[in-house]
């Protein structure tokens, strides 16, 4: 890469679905009819709004990855796919290893459109899996079958160099032996990266309802711990381990584009609801949000020229808590010569508390050494409780 070009991504949010998941509390939404030829302009256009907004701060970007997430955007036409592509390489140029990934299903329609999307310009394949067991995704509320997950899998790798898969555990009733022979299932394929979300109850969405009504048991928490340190195990065994807090990759296979989040990289969101973060000037950084509802965002577009909820300038105090929480999620945790702003001030000024810091060094929640600092495994397991005790 030129060393005057700065690295960029760009997230395209495609905010529908064929059905709204009970766990999800994604900006996703059902439509049975949209007009796809309004949508596609409506994200052209803002992706050469962005082009022209950042222009004015005369820092030459290249792209490293495009993400393309929802929703389910599978659902998109490959067309509006590669138009999209091609209009974001116009505007910024492409790194040589460029990663663009896609959000899909492995629901037979969707199956049926992986060449054309590749042939689109979609390089790596994310797919929504989230079980191998019949009943655990009928109660999850998915679409496909295992079978189809497994046809829907087989087909991905042939043709995608790259695919990964989500799955959820922690479900309720699940053992650790269920567990432990889905893992395995899902290493027989070898993709070099997974992603393993412990279930979480999420405020609004159909779950926490069940969960709020004492319909829905999830494992106790030492239940969770053990279904947790077993993932790490076999994990680690496949060497594939956790560079993040929920994702597994081989050396070398991790996801670029998320990457970008938690090192605190420079990415436009585009799309309903999605974010954006983009450096503006020495230590300035501008936070975006684009408007949620779907057909609000594609009027504003229509009447007002943008789709933009809010664009403000985030303080050095709000950069470095955005930076902790992003930073700590990863294995490695954060160079210190990256801070944009070093600890001592941040203590100085009472951003992070000192005293709660070294509480949770001592007692190896934290580790900071001469040139970073990371959580512990037993940190990043409760990182929230973690960054809530210390901001």
């Given at each position: 890469?030129?060393?005057?070009?700065?690295?960029?991504?760009?997230?395209?949010?495609?905010?529908?679905?064929?059905?709204?998941?009970?766990?999800?509390?994604?900006?996703?939404?059902?439509?049975?009819?949209?007009?796809?030829?309004?949508?596609?302009?409506?994200?052209?256009?803002?992706?050469?709004?962005?082009?022209?907004?950042?222009?004015?701060?005369?820092?030459?970007?290249?792209?490293?990855?495009?993400?393309?997430?929802?929703?389910?955007?599978?659902?998109?036409?490959?067309?509006?796919?590669?138009?999209?592509?091609?209009?974001?390489?116009?505007?910024?140029?492409?790194?040589?290893?460029?990663?663009?990934?896609?959000?899909?299903?492995?629901?037979?329609?969707?199956?049926?459109?992986?060449?054309?999307?590749?042939?689109?310009?979609?390089?790596?394949?994310?797919?929504?899996?989230?079980?191998?067991?019949?009943?655990?995704?009928?109660?999850?509320?998915?679409?496909?079958?295992?079978?189809?997950?497994?046809?829907?899998?087989?087909?991905?790798?042939?043709?995608?160099?790259?695919?990964?898969?989500?799955?959820?555990?922690?479900?309720?009733?699940?053992?650790?032996?269920?567990?432990?022979?889905?893992?395995?299932?899902?290493?027989?394929?070898?993709?070099?990266?997974?992603?393993?979300?412990?279930?979480?109850?999420?405020?609004?969405?159909?779950?926490?309802?069940?969960?709020?009504?004492?319909?829905?048991?999830?494992?106790?928490?030492?239940?969770?711990?053990?279904?947790?340190?077993?993932?790490?195990?076999?994990?680690?065994?496949?060497?594939?381990?956790?560079?993040?807090?929920?994702?597994?990759?081989?050396?070398?296979?991790?996801?670029?584009?998320?990457?970008?989040?938690?090192?605190?990289?420079?990415?436009?969101?585009?799309?309903?609801?999605?974010?954006?973060?983009?450096?503006?000037?020495?230590?300035?950084k501008q936070a975006t949000r684009q408007k949620k509802s779907p057909e609000g965002w594609l009027r504003s577009i229509q009447d007002q020229g943008h789709g933009d909820a809010e664009i403000i300038q985030l303080s050095l105090q709000d950069q470095l808590k955005e930076q902790l929480l992003m930073g700590l999620r990863l294995t490695e945790g954060i160079p210190l010569e990256t801070l944009v702003m070093p600890l001592e001030q941040a203590f100085a000024d009472k951003i992070i508390n000192h005293e709660r810091w070294h509480h949770l060094c001592q007692n190896q929640y934290l580790d900071v050494?001469?040139?970073?600092?990371?959580?512990?495994?037993?940190?990043?397991?409760?990182?929230?409780?973690?960054?809530?005790?210390?901001?």
């Amino acid at each position: 890469m030129d060393f005057l070009l700065k690295p960029l991504s760009l997230y395209i949010h495609w905010p529908f679905c064929l059905s709204k998941c009970p766990y999800c509390d994604f900006n996703s939404h059902v439509r049975q009819t949209f007009d796809e030829e309004a949508w596609q302009e409506g994200l052209l256009h803002e992706l050469e709004r962005y082009a022209d907004h950042i222009k004015t701060w005369e820092q030459p970007y290249t792209l490293q990855s495009i993400f393309f997430g929802g929703g389910t955007p599978s659902l998109m036409q490959p067309q509006t796919v590669e138009r999209l592509i091609d209009k974001a390489l116009q505007l910024w140029g492409r790194d040589p290893s460029l990663e663009i990934t896609l959000e899909a299903n492995p629901n037979s329609v969707e199956v049926q459109r992986f060449q054309a999307l590749r042939q689109a310009g979609i390089n790596r394949l994310s797919l929504g899996i989230q079980a191998f067991n019949d009943t655990a995704l009928k109660q999850l509320g998915r679409q496909h079958s295992t079978q189809e997950a497994l046809k829907a899998l087989e087909i991905a790798c042939d043709i995608f160099s790259r695919v990964s898969f989500d799955l959820i555990y922690a479900r309720p009733g699940q053992t650790l032996q269920d567990w432990q022979e889905e893992l395995i299932k899902a290493l027989s394929f070898g993709t070099e990266h997974l992603s393993l979300y412990q279930l979480t109850i999420e405020p609004g969405t159909a779950f926490a309802s069940l969960y709020n009504r004492g319909e829905l048991i999830l494992p106790d928490e030492e239940r969770s711990a053990d279904l947790f340190e077993m993932t790490q195990a076999v994990m680690n065994n496949s060497q594939r381990p956790a560079y993040e807090i929920s994702n597994h990759a081989k050396k070398g296979a991790e996801c670029r584009h998320n990457l970008t989040y938690w090192t605190y990289q420079d990415y436009i969101g585009i799309g309903p609801g999605a974010h954006g973060r983009l450096t503006c000037g020495p230590l300035k950084k501008q936070a975006t949000r684009q408007k949620k509802s779907p057909e609000g965002w594609l009027r504003s577009i229509q009447d007002q020229g943008h789709g933009d909820a809010e664009i403000i300038q985030l303080s050095l105090q709000d950069q470095l808590k955005e930076q902790l929480l992003m930073g700590l999620r990863l294995t490695e945790g954060i160079p210190l010569e990256t801070l944009v702003m070093p600890l001592e001030q941040a203590f100085a000024d009472k951003i992070i508390n000192h005293e709660r810091w070294h509480h949770l060094c001592q007692n190896q929640y934290l580790d900071v050494s001469q040139d970073r600092i990371k959580a512990t495994d037993s940190g990043r397991q409760r990182l929230q409780a973690v960054l809530d005790y210390i901001l």
